[in-house]
């Protein structure tokens, strides 16, 4: 008789497939970490590429539709192309900006400062802050909290006959906004005209609100309706002070010429979204919670910047 293989038993045979699946797993998570530190440097590469681009689309640098932005005789902001070093002149929508045109773009045009409680600027290296460290620290938090408060110049678009070592003085200034929506937290970007008063534009980058209703505020359509507002309520005489009055921007529930028609109270508040009351708060408080620290580098704007009475064009 031939021998016969010796037979694993029922035991043997559960313990190996249990090996079997404890290692099969081991492995599998041991390949999802590698590929997740090996995609975190480049997911947070596109982060901060949107972050750039929002923050180009709150200054009217560049289109929602993805064509840079500029300025015609008018004041009306019309399509534009870019050039080699920097400069953008007069195109049409069909010149989509790529990414190294939108990272130069921004790297030129787009500076970084801080600002005290006194309204006093300083640089990053003047404050002696790591830029890439204070950024990314304080995100989550806000940047109006901080003894250092974040802000961006934005510089005018290029001369071709601008030197290099030049630095212009700027068109406006980018606050980051953050606050809570319906659901998370709300990030975003808020640009204004060198009066420290009148908005530029604004974008929402970052939020988890309700598709089709809070989710609105990244929409294009809805961040229209911010420009020209102003961010110092007028009383009621039509007067600022700028030292008293309210900042911010309301998100009325319902239309602004319905609520409040053509009252000074008008030219701080934008129209709500429908089924979106609570997110509309959250924008209107994020607005107000953020802007009330930077209040005496407004007021420096205004007074560096007004037109006296009597020199106005």
Known sequence: MSEQPPQSSPRTSTRRTIIFIITLSFACALILSLLASA???????AK???RSKQMMIAAKILSHEGYFLIRNSDGHYVPAKFQPGGVLVPGNVKDIATQSELIEI??????PILINDKGEVKSFQEADLNPEKYTTEYRRTGYYRQPWKLAYQILPNRDAQQKPNETPKPVGYIIPVNGYGLWDAIFGYLALEPDGDTVIGISWYDQKETPGLGANISEA???NLFP???IFQESPDGKTDFKTAPLGI????GKVSEVLGSSPKAKSAVDGMTGATLTGNGVTDAYKNVLAPYRPFFIKLHEENATPIGEAA
């Open 221 to 223: 359509y809805w961040q």
């Open 48 to 50: 901060e590429l949107d």
């Open 106 to 111: 921004y790297q030129q045009r787009l500076i």
């Open 228 to 230: 020209g507002k102003k």
């Open 250 to 253: 309301t998100v009325v529930k």
């Open 39 to 45: 995609l975190a440097k480049p997911k947070e590469i």
